[in-house]
């Protein structure tokens, strides 16, 4: 959530010539979201100061009356009146306490459907039309033929099946069979043997399983409780990615100064409703109510964070170039970017079969908007003050679209699927999917 304190701030930012709420205003803006919320949230913090205030006085009030009652027992003097403006003040004390309360709940509720405020390098857009290409990998592959999408070489190849899926579940799930499946449990190994061992993360597999109060933590409740699956009966939900849970590790603690940065890489199945896209990537494997994804997580220092950032989404970016997959690293305008975001980058791999790029991973700096929420903080020594912490988080990969871009990228003309070489070795040496077997 945003610094509701900072609102109240009166200096302004030298960089912009703006107050902390004039900039939050036009992040707003930039967002496509009207004033109104925030507005609401500055009368709230305004009249649950005023009530606090009132009430002190109403306390210090009770406190002068109460001394004047004790001299009077002591003196045996009539003090049936105070008596009486005792209890009219406890009620208004207690009036007061109640109206604060309900000020400072409603307070908690705005601050959790507002987003975050946007970094300064985000770029202003109206739509992804407006995202700016930071940089590009990779030479897109000629083909002597015309390429198929993924789902048609899976099919053909016996590798995926997507009507058997919708038997046994319903639409939007897949059997992988064969050598797909072997390749999906390549791909996770891979990716985790990478992250962990090259690039210093401690390798984590948290529960599929979370409570309400661990989405709060990351942002996907309350804005986005219809995009996870809920158990009923229980507040359990399955994770919609392995940020939740591992976010949420450290969730109410203060860690040292010392220990940061935090880096975890994990596996998860990932389960998402996907409400909203109706008609969209109806076929293959695209947009799944299950899929597996690698995820990169950070708990950085505040003066770190961006330095950090830049670093986690190469760690990403590592992985298509093993893979010799031609991408292109994004950096998300202002109404393209998601909710908890200060600043996000989405790596997009070139898909021939699609004849487009499409994201495999969205790598995203939160500022310290999640550990607000999830009370995470750090501090250097024992007389220093709390501070929140930042978290970062990405895709190493989302596994089901590395194995779409696989596909499509590495097709043969007879319809077989070469293996990239950085794979084979978690293949058994295999080469080439020409059938499930």
Same mark, same amino acid.
Request: net charge neutral.
């Given at each position: 959530?945003?610094d509701?304190k900072?609102?109240?701030?009166?200096?302004k930012?030298?960089a912009?010539?703006?107050?902390y $709420?004039?900039?939050? *205003?036009?992040?707003?803006?930039?967002?496509?979201?009207? &004033?109104? +919320?925030?507005?609401?949230?500055?009368e %709230?913090?305004s009249?649950r100061?005023?009530?606090?205030?009132?009430?002190?006085?109403a306390?210090?009030e009770?406190?002068k009356?109460?001394e004047?009652?004790a001299?009077?027992?002591?003196?045996?003097e009539d003090?049936?009146q105070?008596?009486?403006?005792m209890q009219?003040?406890?009620g208004t004390?207690?009036?007061?306490d109640k109206?604060a309360?309900?000020?400072d709940?409603?307070?908690?509720?705005l601050?959790?459907?507002l987003p975050?405020?946007?970094?300064?390098?985000v770029?202003?857009?109206?739509s992804?039309?407006?995202?700016?290409?930071v940089?590009?990998?990779?030479?897109?592959?000629?083909?002597?033929?015309?390429?198929?999408?993924?789902?048609?070489?899976?099919?053909?190849l016996?590798? $995926?099946?997507?009507? *058997?899926?919708?038997?046994?579940?319903?639409?939007?799930? &897949?059997? +992988?069979?064969?050598?797909?499946?072997? %390749?999906e449990?390549?791909?996770?190994?891979?990716?985790?043997?990478?992250?962990?061992?090259?690039?210093g993360?401690?390798?984590?597999?948290?529960?599929?399983?979370?409570?309400?109060?661990?989405l709060?933590?990351t942002?996907?409740?309350?804005?986005?409780r219809?995009?996870?699956?809920?158990?009923?009966?229980?507040?359990?939900h399955?994770?919609?990615?392995?940020e939740?849970?591992?976010?949420?590790?450290?969730?109410g603690?203060?860690?040292?100064?010392?220990e940061l940065?935090?880096?975890f890489c994990?596996?998860?199945p990932?389960f998402?409703s996907?409400?909203?896209?109706?008609?969209k990537?109806?076929?293959?494997?695209?947009?799944?109510?299950?899929f597996?994804?690698?995820?990169l997580?950070?708990?950085t220092?505040?003066?770190?964070s961006y330095?950090l950032?830049?670093q986690?989404?190469?760690h990403?970016?590592?992985?298509?170039?093993?893979?010799?997959l031609?991408y292109?690293?994004?950096s998300?305008?202002s109404?393209?970017i998601?909710?908890?975001?200060?600043?996000?980058?989405d790596i997009?791999?070139?898909?021939?079969?699609?004849?487009?790029?499409r994201?495999?991973?969205s790598?995203?700096?939160?500022?310290?908007?999640?550990a607000?929420?999830a009370?995470?903080?750090?501090?250097g020594?024992?007389?220093?003050?709390?501070?929140?912490?930042?978290t970062?988080?990405g895709s190493?990969?989302a596994?089901g679209?590395?194995?779409?871009a696989?596909m499509?990228n590495?097709?043969?003309?007879?319809?077989s699927?070469?293996?990239p070489?950085?794979?084979?070795?978690?293949?058994?040496?295999?080469?080439?999917i020409?059938?499930?077997?």
């Open positions: 959530m945003i509701v900072a609102l109240d701030r009166a200096d930012n030298p912009t010539g703006l107050t $709420l004039e900039e939050y *205003r036009q992040t707003l803006a930039n967002r496509g979201w009207d &004033s109104s +919320l925030v507005d609401r949230l500055t %709230m913090n009249r100061k005023n009530l606090i205030t009132q009430m002190e006085t306390r210090a009770q406190n009356v109460g004047e009652i001299r009077r027992k002591r003196n045996k003090a049936n105070l008596l009486q403006e009219k003040l406890s004390v207690k009036d007061l109206q309360q309900e000020a709940e409603e307070m908690r509720q601050s959790l459907v975050n405020k946007l970094h300064d390098s770029p202003v857009g109206q992804a039309e407006d995202n700016q290409e940089r590009a990998y990779g030479e897109k592959r000629s083909f002597a033929f015309k390429p198929k999408e993924h789902w048609e070489l899976g099919e053909n016996g590798v $995926l099946d997507f009507e *058997r899926a919708g038997k046994v579940t319903g639409a939007r799930f &897949s059997f +992988l069979r064969g050598a797909a499946a072997q %390749m449990r390549a791909l996770i190994q891979f990716m985790l043997d990478l992250h962990s061992r090259d690039h993360y401690e390798e984590m597999i948290p529960p599929f399983i979370v409570n309400g109060t661990s709060l933590g942002g996907q409740f309350p804005k986005f219809d995009d996870v699956f809920h158990l009923e009966g229980h507040d359990y399955l994770v919609p990615t392995a939740v849970p591992v976010t949420n590790y450290f969730a603690e203060t860690l040292r100064e010392a940065p935090i880096k994990a596996y998860t990932c998402r996907e409400a909203g896209s109706y008609g990537d109806t076929k293959g494997l695209i947009r799944q109510h299950q597996n994804k690698i995820e997580v950070m708990f220092h505040p003066d770190k330095e950032h830049e986690l989404t190469g990403a970016e590592v992985v298509l170039k093993k893979l010799e031609p292109r690293l994004m998300l305008c109404k393209d998601g909710f908890g975001a200060a600043k996000c980058y997009e791999v070139w898909l021939p079969g699609q004849g487009q790029f994201e495999i991973s790598c995203s700096n939160f500022e310290d908007f999640q607000r929420r009370n995470i903080r750090f501090k020594g024992d007389k220093d003050k709390p501070r929140f912490v930042h970062l988080n190493g990969l596994v679209r590395t194995l779409i696989i499509e590495y097709q043969l003309e007879d319809g699927i070469a293996i070489q950085a794979l084979q070795p978690y293949m058994g040496g295999l080469k080439k020409s059938s499930k077997g």
